[in-house]
């Protein structure tokens, strides 16, 4: 997530940059040809192709939409679960008065959230975080589940034997919450907790599986493919075309200008197209950026650090002082 005021606008053309030379490319081979060796047929009617890019906003601009919801969502299922870890907290505290117990349901319970934004961080292959654009970008931030092993992590929390179970199932923040209901019905029939309790922290975890399920659909459900295709087809046409079609309208302006310009109007293609251009270009790179909230983008929703806050609320119930440090921005970048 980025937490700065706004990108700085030359981030944001580093960022673009390689578009940006195919565009003046694209921009400059038509103008040339138009002017240089008087190839006035290049000049295409204005109407179609403002058609077009009118559909093309359109198209970009739902697919946007449609990008930024699923990024929402994301943040509205990790703050449901970073409520319902708080209240986990102090009914595995308060509930029991077995200090040993308390520890472990809430100790596995940062293991579950451990496991959990590890496989929110594994690679799919519609995810973009390999592209050049954003591996160069990388270098400003760091993923913290790319930088430590999952099973030291877990380490930390769980007991030998548990970890040797866990690391060998395939869900693993599946498998560590059926451990944690497993321990609850060991509690009450040893009548350590009462029928309600048991309710009440049955319910948490069927809460915990269900805002798992949802993390899990936006991981694994990429913006439909089809929309995605018929969005990338048609910018790229709308900016072949774009040049063309500003010939006849830039040439059209010499009968209008006096003085060095004169004669030299159709110049003015090469930026404007650009320009233009560049701007559909970018919004296609912004939509591809939010579209996969959990792939370790700068725009990612920040679950290592929701899950690190988790983690010492958590301990400081337990009475805990060895604290880990909550996650500071690198470059305005939190993940």
Known sequence: MYTGKSYKLLEFIV????????????????????????????????????????????????????????????????????????????????????????????????AWLTALRYEMRSFRVWETTHKKHNEEYQQYYSIPEKETDLEKELSKFLSANELEYILKTKNKASQIMSLQSKTLKELYENQEIIVLQFVDFQRTIKDFYLQQGRSEQLKDSPYPRQYAIINTLLVRLFCFLLPFGLLKEFDKLNETVSGVMNGNMVWFVIPFSVIISWMYISLVQVGESTENPFEGSPNDVPISKISKIIEIDLKEMLGENNLPEIPQPQHNIIL
């Open 15 to 110: 960022w673009t940059r390689k578009s940006l030379y195919v565009l003046i490319i694209i921009s400059v081979i038509p103008t040339v040809l138009y002017e240089c060796l008087d190839l006035k047929w290049l000049g295409i009617s204005w109407t179609a192709i403002a058609l077009l890019g009118t559909a093309t906003a359109f198209i970009v601009g739902f697919k946007n939409t449609q990008t930024y919801n699923r990024t929402v969502e994301a943040q509205q299922i990790w703050t449901t679960i970073l409520g319902s870890s708080r209240s986990w907290g102090i009914m595995s505290r308060d509930f029991l008065n077995n200090p040993e117990k308390s520890k472990l349901l809430i100790y596995r319970h940062i």
